[in-house]
């Protein structure tokens, strides 16, 4: 795939499977933010506890994806 901006050859995205603690890690030192047009928290408590019960049981789940910035944004 090419670059809009330089039109040089950039690597595509890669799948990577990351365990849920080091997600929580990066959230919490802020590493991933949520962008600002992020919809507001809908899930009930049961939705919640449904989805840990299937990390927890090594369910697949839904991929996360999100971009890859150098940048660090304002807290």
């Not at 901006?5 to 499977?17: F, K, L, Y």
């Not at 408590?45 to 019960?53: F, G, V």
């Amino acid at each position: 795939m090419k670059s809009p901006v330089s039109g040089r050859r950039v690597p595509g995205p890669e799948p990577t499977a990351v365990p849920v603690t080091r997600l929580a890690d990066r959230v919490l030192c802020g590493d991933i933010v949520l962008p600002k047009y992020q919809r507001g928290f809908v899930w009930t408590t049961q939705q919640i506890l449904h989805l840990l019960d299937s990390v927890h049981r090594n369910y697949p789940i839904a991929a996360c994806a999100h971009p890859v910035t150098m940048r660090r944004y304002p807290r």
